[in-house]
């Protein structure tokens, strides 16, 4: 309520401004919603970008609000994605459950791997989690029998939503159920943030040493922002397995960790929407320049992370808000 | 005062950095409602010392007792928890949070309310009742809005022990609070200390001797490291090795 962008809103009431930051987003979930009626044929892109949206959402939590970069990312997301595939082949392929199984789950990874990495901060925890992800790679790479290995895990179908919606060929259950979830992570991200459980994340981001002379217990603060976190990444794993009924190796990548970094640093992390911007404008991009030669987009990666870091640290949202600001003290002069 | 129990106590406090003694066999007793101040020239070891008893930094040997329990192995947020509170030389706030958010994020780990993850911080009347009262009584009501980076670094001084205050400590431990605000109006820090609860312990810790003198029922001397001597103001500004240390800094330097 009372940060530095909000405190500039406070400086400079400008009653359009106040109200787009309410309206603009609320608009673009009922857009969203319109989507297979009056795109069809984009569903099942929509669908990916809104479980990449989701996946970056629960990164946000952690490199956003409690200043914890990661490069493991996607152990958590393929911890749901095979929790969700495995169950489907052999015990029960009710959406529902697996992919609340699949939360579990990474959940626990999150609270095995997390309660030793967390000992550590900064660059000692950025090669931890990449360390910790490569080996869970390697772990399912040679667990061929469980994992199918290489090939992934082919073929896995889920029973109907809530015993009524099937998976369609054209993906509209798979859009509206992902956009569901997606929704509902939303919101409970938004409660925590706001809460003073979500305050104290920020005040370990800006001085976590001040945390501790105030009594706070940084590491436990620090484990449950990472499990919570890391829920939600299982949960879009197990989306991904349910919608495109498949899941492969590549959901436990380094590749994958670095994109869904990417993603959120283009969008702007710390601000909620961050990864509402950065993963279609990535997944866009990425469209665009790989069509030709996958090379160009390797280069086109490269290229927006040396853009963002150097001159656009806040990422896109950043950008705006700053020029909003300077126009807001331009109007003012 | 001596009657009572300490409620702040070490015994043989020690701390090396590499060779360097940087705090050497501390014997020291602070009791509830006392008023004391460390003085002793710059490198003496007064932020280290605070270190040690606050549990930033770990003794080489030697303990520290808080209300008669030993607290050595304890880490940093276990003593706050028993009601030891310190302000940092070095402001150490969260600069891009407004004062108010400041304040709010110790009173919430204080009242036990910084668990709550599905309640909005915003709707926690009661705590933002005493974040308000707390800026009031530091004089920092005006500017509660703003990030805690903008304000002048005298003003942060003053969030800064607000940020502590906000604990309800038994002892609190002001290392250099005036540090940074001018001399003339360094009173300002010895009113706010005179509204603090009579029983509360104080530990100052400032280079300006004007405000040690009228804060101070007793002082304690610390030269490289180790208790020099310990009196009330009257002894201490009489005692002749403390002038000539006082006097002769730059020679004490060079030595
Ligand atoms: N982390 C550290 N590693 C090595 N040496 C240190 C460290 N911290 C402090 N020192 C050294 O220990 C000595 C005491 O430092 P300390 O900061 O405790 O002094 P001080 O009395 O607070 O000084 P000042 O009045 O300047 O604040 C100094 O010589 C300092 O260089
Ligand atoms: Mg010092």
Redesign the pocket.
Known sequence: MTDRSNAAVLVLPQAGTVGARKILPMLLWVAALAIPTFAPGYTPLASQIVVMILFALSLDLLVGFTGIVTLGHAALFGAGAYTAGIMALRLTNDPLITALSGMAVAALVGLVTGSCMLRTKGLAFLVLSLAAAFMLHELANMATSVTGGDDGLQGVSFAPLLGVFEFDFRGQTAFYYSLACLFAAFLLVRRVVNSPFGWSLRGIRENDGRMRAIGCPIYRRRLAAYVISSALAGLAGALQAQITQFVALRSLSLELSGDVLIMLILGGAGRLYGAFVGVPLFMFAQDLLAKEDPANWYLGQGVILLVMTLFVPGGVLGLVERVRRSLGRGGRR | MSGSAPILETRGLTRF??P?R??GDVDFTLHPGERRAII????????????LLSGR?APSSGQVFLGGENVTAMSEARRIKLGLGRTF?ITSLFPNLSVRKNVFLAVAEHEGVAWNLFRSAASHRRQFDRVDELLDRVGLSDVAEVPAQDLPYGRQRLLEIAVTLALRPRVLLL??PAAGIPTSESHIILSILDTLPKDIAVLL?D?DMDLVFRFAQRITV?VQ?SVMVEGTPAEIAANERVRKIYLGESDHAAA
């Open positions: 950095f590499g360097v940087v705090t002793g020239p710059n490198g003496a070891g007064k932020t280290t010392f605070v270190n930094l030389q290392d250099e810790i280079h610390l490291g």
